[in-house]
């Protein structure tokens, strides 16, 4: 079991909370724990980057399905959500946007300053369900931004180099005052770089990037479900010179299958088959996800009947063993039938009708209900 504190109690929410209601306790505790509030104070920025792992998760309508429904290894698979912040650069990265003005980026003097990091990309993974009863590795062949190959990222022409921004000194920021405040705001001369490109490259013109198509490998675990989001870590876009890459994150879709249906490990199937087979009883073959099996029918089998086959579903996620295999089975009426055999049901339908004597079809039923 994990040992990680639930994300829910972490920011003192309710699992029924709204969105608002876990952004307004979010930027609550962010504001009590930031480490400019608190300095040298460890314990406030553990619990400042515990806050902002927990708000990642359950500020996505997505990932905090997965969570509400399967805890924190919902994200042990291919990377964890929530857990991408080494240090409080990274928050502010994030999720400076929600506190609102440059609240702490202005105000602390942490806006935003040297090398970006790269953007994460998102793309959609369709599986067959065969993909997901085995687990499968798929290549993916996506296009993302690229370091440059002729100035390596730099944007500076070969032989030559970023300079020192003269407006910021290199800082990444120019002071203003605005009233009792001396406020940090991003140089609009290098964009918070510090550096500046004088002799731009010829090949990306100074952006440093350039679009190629690459080829990424993801391994699917065996019994992933629909809408769950895979994170590879580094496989995002590049980012600046000296700063690390995105991540990638992959939904996972599956694709309609012609014959099962599924409920979470659970496989649901639908075999027609004769009344006689039905009312004699018989042993019938039905197809599985690895082959045939073995269903016994009962005599005076009702059409609706939904049997079970252990063993014979998906597996599950994380865990031991595999779903079962539910098989409902209905009667199938034959569009044609052969002179013999309108013959035979004629004499079936007079044995019935003496079978009921005098009564009626509404008194018959009538009678069922008393």
Do not use: W
Request: hydrophobic fraction near 35%; proline fraction near 4%.
């Amino acid at each position: 079991m994990s040992d990680k504190r639930d994300y829910y109690e972490i920011l003192g929410v309710t699992r029924e909370a709204s969105e608002d209601e876990i952004k307004k306790s979010f930027r609550k505790l962010a504001m009590k724990h930031h480490p400019d509030r608190n300095p040298g104070n460890a314990d406030a920025e553990a619990r400042f980057k515990e806050a902002a792992a927990a708000y990642e998760v359950l500020s996505d309508p997505q990932t905090r399905a997965q969570y509400d429904q399967f805890g924190h290894r919902a994200f042990e698979q291919g990377g964890h959500a929530g857990q991408r912040f080494t240090n409080v650069e990274d928050i502010f990265q994030a999720f400076g946007d929600i506190f609102g003005g440059g609240m702490f980026g202005d105000l602390f003097g942490r806006g935003r300053t040297g090398p970006r990091a790269g953007r994460d990309l998102k793309v959609v993974l369709d599986l067959t369900m065969e993909e997901v009863d085995t687990g499968v590795e798929k290549t993916l062949s996506l296009k993302r931004q690229e370091h440059c190959g002729i100035c390596k990222g730099t944007g500076a022409k070969p032989g030559t180099s970023r300079n020192t921004c003269t407006t910021c000194g290199g800082r990444g920021q120019v002071m203003r005052s605005q009233g009792p405040f001396a406020i940090a705001t991003a140089c609009p001369r290098c964009s918070g770089l510090g550096q500046v490109v004088e002799s731009p490259c010829t090949g990306c013109r100074g952006a440093g990037f350039e679009t190629k198509k690459v080829d990424v490998k993801i391994a699917i675990p065996a019994g992933i479900e629909e809408g769950v989001r895979l994170r590879i870590t580094g496989e995002g876009d590049a980012g600046d010179a000296g700063a690390p890459r995105g991540d990638l994150y992959c939904s996972v879709r599956e694709i309609e299958h012609k014959i099962f249906q599924r409920s979470g490990a659970d496989l649901i199937t639908e075999i027609p088959i004769s009344f006689t087979q039905m009312a004699l009883g018989d042993s019938v073959e039905v197809p599985t996800l690895r082959g045939r099996a073995e269903l016994t029918i009962p005599a005076g089998t009702p059409t609706g009947k939904v049997f079970r086959l252990r063993g014979q579903g998906l597996p599950v996620l994380e865990g031991r063993g595999r779903g079962d295999q539910l098989v409902r089975v209905f009667v199938e009426v034959p569009k044609k039938v052969s002179d013999k055999q309108k013959e035979l049901l004629k004499q079936f339908a007079e044995i019935e009708k003496k079978s009921a004597g005098n009564q009626s079809f509404f008194d018959r039923i009538v009678a069922y209900f008393d």
